[in-house]
Structure formats: structure tokens, C-alpha cells
């Protein structure tokens, strides 16, 4: 059945049934071995490229490194270095949705004016090593390409920042135990500064960070 519809395909495409001159080197590669590399980066895109090799070599399939990136490439997934983004849980993701449907019908001049801001304590979860990530375009932040980080544990720093769509205000290196006389310093000496440096006038809408 394959072959009669390649034949098919061919004369749909080509009007010819010849064989075509093939276009560079044909690949080493079974068609068996590319369908289990690609399944293989998909279930975990996480994997490396040495991994791929022992399980090519075990399948009896070509192990270089070049022959399997190439396999990889023509079905539209690149090594590329994984986004660290925080961890969240399912009620964290439930809270947000909820708070964006509740403004999805503010103005674009609103959402101008919104000077946001949040304080946060983070260290990386598990390895501080770049890693990389088989991947397709536009998939960088989907959450199976990106390393999770959370906001404690030991070595990490306490930060507060803010930011509007015109970019990014000051940040602010948080000593000791946040309490709210050290809050309310931090905003009275960074918060107008930070709306007038992103030329938000003084008339801006403040949005504290909100937690779910």
C-alpha cells in the first residue's frame, strides 16, 4: 500500500513515476530509525545528543552525531538552550488565567499606564547548568522546554522590581526580612522614579503583585 501511494504521490506531484535524482547524499538512517529519534525528543526533549547515540547504536542504527542532528533538523526540531521559568502549580495557573479573563477587555492606553511590581526570592531547582532542549520554533516557553525554578531554598537572594510594557524599572536588593516599613521605603524611594524613568508621569496605575 505504501508503495502504490508514493507512486501516486509522485505523479500527482511530478506527473513522472521515474525515480528522481536525489537531492545530496541519501541519509544512513532508516526511515524506522528517524521515526524513533523524533518520538524519542518529543516524549523528552531533554535528552542529549550522546543518549541518542547509545539508543541509535542499540536499535543497529548509525551513530554519528552529525547523521542523528540532521534526522532531527528535517522534522522541524533544534537544539536550542532551555528558558528557566517558575514552577508553577495547577492552581497558580488556574489563578492567572482567572485574573487575565478579568481584564481581557481593558484598554491597550490602561495596560500603558500599569506600573507593575513584585518581590521575590529565588534560587534554581536542581542544576545551575545550561541546558539544552530539542525543540520546535516558537515553543520555547511551552512548559516541556523549560527548566522550573522556585522561589526558596538555601543560596538565594530576595529582590523587588518592577516593570510596565515600556520596559523594566528599578530593582532593589532586599536585606534581611522584608517587613512593611521596608516595603513602604522601597516604594517611596523606587516606585515614582521608576514610572518617570519609563516616562509614565506620575498619574500611572500602580498593580502590586498578587498571589492566588
Not at 541509535?56 to 542504527?61: A, I, K, N, T
Request: with cysteine.
Amino acid at each position: 500500500m505504501s508503495t502504490v501511494a508514493s507512486i501516486i504521490y509522485k505523479w500527482k506531484k511530478f506527473r513522472n513515476t521515474r525515480t528522481l535524482p536525489r537531492a545530496g547524499r541519501p541519509s544512513k538512517l532508516s526511515d524506522r530509525g528517524k521515526r524513533a529519534l523524533v518520538r524519542e525528543v518529543t516524549k523528552n526533549p531533554m535528552v542529549t545528543l550522546s543518549e541518542l547515540q547509545r539508543t541509535s547504536v542499540e536499535r543497529g542504527e548509525p551513530s554519528r552525531r552529525t547523521t542523528i542532528s540532521a534526522a532531527i533538523h528535517q522534522s522541524g526540531l533544534y537544539g536550542r538552550v532551555a528558558r528557566r521559568k517558575p514552577l508553577l502549580s495547577q492552581r497558580h495557573m488556574a489563578a492567572r488565567l482567572e485574573f487575565a479573563k478579568m481584564h481581557l477587555k481593558d484598554s491597550q492606553t490602561m495596560r500603558n499606564k500599569i506600573l507593575w511590581s513584585d518581590e521575590t526570592k529565588i534560587e534554581l531547582f536542581g542544576v545551575n547548568a545550561r541546558r539544552h532542549v530539542w525543540r520546535k520554533p516558537g515553543t520555547a516557553h511551552h512548559q516541556a522546554n523549560t527548566i522550573p525554578t522556585v522561589k526558596h531554598g538555601g543560596g538565594s537572594i530576595m529582590l523587588w522590581g518592577c516593570f510596565s510594557v515600556a520596559g523594566t524599572g528599578r530593582l532593589v536588593r532586599i536585606e534581611g526580612k522584608m517587613n512593611a516599613a521596608m516595603y513602604r521605603d522601597i516604594l517611596d524611594e523606587n516606585l515614582l522614579q521608576s514610572a518617570l524613568d519609563l516616562r509614565l508621569g506620575r498619574r500611572f496605575i500602580f498593580q502590586q503583585e498578587q498571589r492566588p
